[in-house]
């Protein structure tokens, strides 16, 4: 299955005003945001729970009971309790707001980090948090005994010296004894030195316990806080970022839009939904009279041209057809049908053909108010007089007694005649197949704006009568689903369908571009050299596209 890259990014050409108007300006937005804050400054300490780090033998047990302190400290620093404690013993009536108190990786690390605007100010705020952490260890906090205990370890201390000085005069003199009764004495006093010496190292380990220095849950200052540095934000990063947002945001806003929206709006999708080309792109129009007939009134416009790529486009698709009958459909009312008959036929006519414009919508005709015509008399009052085994030239003298002339030459109109009550009857009935019949044989092109094919039966009728079908789709307002039934619908009853009419484009849309060349004004009177060849490549586009879908 070929993938059409066209069709995907569609709906970022359709938006692209709102996409680049977004990025830019969520890209202005974040540089005067960034131009608008205040410089920042970080202070950084860190800490560590237990004594480990100065010891040679580390169990597995200490890592663990030290990394379990430290996740129940860092608990204990994050309590607002904490926090004004440290406020009030720095003076502040509070903390900056930017303070982060963590755990390093489950570990017995412990990180304090303060920004704020000053970086003096986050230094001291760094630095109180970690006091007030340490007041929080058992040794931080005030004891009675804390002097005396000092004094029993200097004392332990200076014994354990002393004994381990009497157990190496020992071990000295038990060398140079030769009685046994000498040697027995001295190692009975040699075992009982060292009983000694490892009776004060056990009380002076335990007593050691209750200082900072021995505690296993004690703090210790490994990295001190100092000034605040400067935090710097990349504001370009941030204006990228915000701008990557911005676009992707918009983006996927119009994909929703575009999956929301479920109108047909270029040739392409015409051809993917009916497997029928685009004969020709219509522009809206905006007649400074309200005239319609953009061919009459304006025949020099781009518009007025593009009914004759039209009329170029119609001659290749019945070349060698001998029913020369045109019907003129859409699926659902206001999508330009009767607009695009009527200007189709005044082109047909003003290239020297013999045309006839039949009003057949027979429930809301409006040829006749398009052209200022009289309705007393149409297709509805010559039927009525005619009959089935009517001669050729009795039904053509009916016809030039019911068609009226325009200011086109080689132009006249049906018009619809009084409204009937059964319309889908005549249209179908064998009158009409006659008249069509005869029709077909007196003009060269006979144009029929029918009904929309969604709204009653009558389209369907008249196109299988008609020798070519062509469908007015109007952009960005008939429905997907619509033309695919109307597609189905002439399908069903044979209908020669030779493709569609893309109307009322707006400037800038791909349908718009099918008729851009015209907009030259050069291309009108003498055309300037490259002029042919430029019609010739859209006549071939356009076989191209008929050749591809009858494939």
């Not at 170029?312 to 695009?340: C, H, R, Y």
Request: with cysteine; proline share 4%; hydrophobic share 40%.
């Amino acid at each position: 299955m070929e993938i059409d890259i066209k069709e995907y990014l569609a709906p970022l050409r359709t938006w692209w005003w709102m996409i680049a108007l977004t990025t830019v300006v969520a890209a202005v937005a974040s540089f005067l945001a960034a131009q608008q804050q205040v410089d920042m400054y970080r202070s950084y300490t860190r800490l560590a729970i237990g004594n480990y780090l100065q010891t040679s033998d580390v169990s597995s047990n200490d890592l663990y009971t030290t990394s379990q302190l430290a996740t129940a400290y860092v608990e204990i620093a994050n309590q607002p309790g904490f926090r004004r404690d440290a406020a009030k013993a720095l003076g502040l009536e509070f903390l900056p707001a930017d303070i982060d108190i963590s755990q390093v990786n489950e570990t017995n690390f412990v990180d304090i980090t303060v920004t704020d605007t000053d970086p003096m100010r986050a230094m001291a705020v760094a630095a109180e948090l970690a006091r007030q952490l340490s007041l929080r260890t058992p040794a931080g906090q005030d004891n009675a005994d804390a002097e005396f205990v000092a004094s029993l370890l200097a004392d332990y201390q200076a014994k354990i010296l002393d004994t381990q000085l009497q157990i190496a005069t020992k071990e000295e003199d038990l060398g140079e004894l030769i009685s046994a009764r000498d040697i027995a004495l001295a190692t009975d006093d040699l075992a009982t030195l060292e009983s000694n010496l490892q009776n004060l190292t056990q009380r002076y380990t335990e007593l050691l316990s209750l200082t900072q220095e021995g505690a296993t849950n004690s703090l210790q200052i490994i990295d001190p806080a100092t000034e605040g540095t400067l935090v710097y934000t990349s504001s370009l990063i941030s204006v990228i970022t915000a701008a990557g947002i911005g676009f992707v945001l918009s983006a996927s806003a119009a994909y929703l839009l575009e999956y929301l929206d479920d109108t047909i709006k270029t040739p392409e999708q015409v051809t993917k939904l009916g497997k029928v080309p685009t004969l020709a792109g219509i522009a809206q129009i905006e007649s400074e009279d309200d005239s319609k007939l953009i061919a009459i009134s304006e025949p020099r416009s781009p518009t007025a041209e593009a009914y004759r790529v039209l009329r170029t486009a119609i001659q290749f698709s019945i070349v060698d057809k001998k029913n020369s009958i045109l019907l003129l459909t859409s699926g659902v009312p206001a999508e330009g049908k009767s607009t695009t008959a009527g200007n189709l036929a005044v082109v047909l006519a003003q290239a020297g053909n013999h045309v006839l414009l039949i009003d057949g919508d027979l429930r809301r005709p409006s040829q006749h108010t398009l052209f200022g015509l009289s309705n007393k008399r149409g297709v509805t009052s010559l039927l009525l007089k005619l009959n089935v085994d009517d001669s050729d030239i009795e039904v053509r003298n009916l016809v030039d007694d019911t068609v009226q002339p325009t200011q086109v030459e080689g132009l006249q109109v049906m018009t619809c005649g009084p409204i009937p009550p059964n319309p889908s009857e005549l249209l179908g009935s064998s009158k009409m197949r006659h008249l069509l019949s005869v029709l077909d044989k007196q003009f060269d092109f006979v144009i029929i704006d029918s009904p929309p094919m969604l709204s009653v039966t009558d389209a369907a009728v008249l196109s299988a009568l008609a020798g070519t079908t062509l469908v007015v789709v109007r952009a960005n307002k008939s429905r997907k689903g619509e033309f695919k039934q109307v597609v189905a619908r002439l399908a069903d009853v044979n209908a020669n369908l030779a493709g569609v009419v893309l109307n009322s484009l707006k400037a800038g849309s791909d349908g718009y571009k099918i008729y851009y060349y015209y907009r030259d004004p050069y291309t009108y009177g003498d055309e300037p050299d490259g002029a042919d060849d430029a019609k010739s490549k859209l006549r071939k586009r356009f076989l191209r596209g008929q050749e591809a879908v009858q494939s």
